[in-house]
T-cell receptor, first 115, second 112 residues
Framework: NAGVTQTPKFQVLKTGQSMTLQCAQD?????MYWYRQDPGMGLRLIYY???????DKGEVPNGYNVSRLNKREFSLRLESAAPSQTSVYFC??????????????FGDGTRLSIL | GNSVTQMEGPVTLSEEAFLTINCTYT??????LFWYVQYPGEGLQLLLK?????DKGSNKGFEATYRKETTSFHLEKGSVQVSDSAVYFC???????????FGAGTTVTVRA
């Protein structure tokens, strides 16, 4: 049971470099999400995709872009990494979206450090 | 807007002690409420949920009751184990919204 798979698990970048975080789910879920987790701040939503072909901004979208490549995959791109983007990034998916009370299933996270 | 406030941690307990983690919320309409748990090095897992007032969610010995009058969803467990050491997040989803709003998380450490 793979569930939600994120790659890579760890990454160190220099300021200004670009990078794409990959996420794939094998549960045939419609909705997918990208969060960042910072100490004392819980999880904050960066972007989400309610269904294939749609994406929307969350609380903290600045400095990020996303692509819903197909129903399974949802990638997060940092075009020009900044030290403030040092964080743990989580991808999640759900069958119909939070408004339908369906739980979100999370990957194990990507630990990203920007020097 | 929607928001969730959790008691600050960290919380350190002895095995078999009683655990309470307070959670209050602000939301429009009638939100659904969730508790998620994050074990070290892992992603979040749903622990329990409640979708309407007075509902009680329960799982793995944990319970939480949706109290609309006090806008609260406190998490309780009567006898904790070392394996309950984790970070616990309270979250809500409001009507017609695809997003979850999370609290800051409470770190719980249970000592043998």
């Amino acid at each position: 049971n793979a569930g939600v798979t994120q790659t890579p698990k760890f990454q160190v970048l220099k300021t200004g470099q670009s990078m794409t975080l990959q996420c794939a789910q094998d549960m045939n879920h419609n909705s997918m999400y990208w969060y960042r987790q910072d100490p004392g701040m819980g999880l904050r939503l960066i972007y989400y995709s309610a269904s294939e072909g749609t994406t929307d901004k969350g609380e903290v979208p600045n400095g990020y872009n996303v692509s819903r490549l197909n129903k399974r995959e949802f990638s997060l791109r940092l075009e020009s990494a900044a030290p403030s983007q040092t964080s743990v990034y989580f991808c999640a998916s759900s069958e119909l979206g939070a408004r339908d009370n369906q739980p979100q299933h999370f990957g194990d996270g990507t630990r990203l450090s920007i020097l | 807007g929607n928001s969730v406030t959790q008691m600050e941690g960290p919380v350190t307990l002895s095995e078999e002690a009683f655990l309470t983690i307070n959670c209050t919320y602000t939301a429009t309409g009638y939100p659904s409420l969730f508790w998620y748990v994050q074990y070290p090095g892992e992603g979040l897992q749903l622990l329990l949920k409640a979708t309407k007032a007075d509902d009680k969610g329960s799982n793995k010995g944990f319970e939480a009751t949706y109290r609309k009058e006090t806008t609260s969803f406190h998490l309780e467990k009567g006898s904790v184990q070392v394996s309950d050491s984790a970070v616990y997040f309270c979250a809500l989803s409001a009507n017609n919204d695809y997003k979850l709003s999370f609290g800051a998380g409470t770190t719980v450490t249970v000592r043998a």
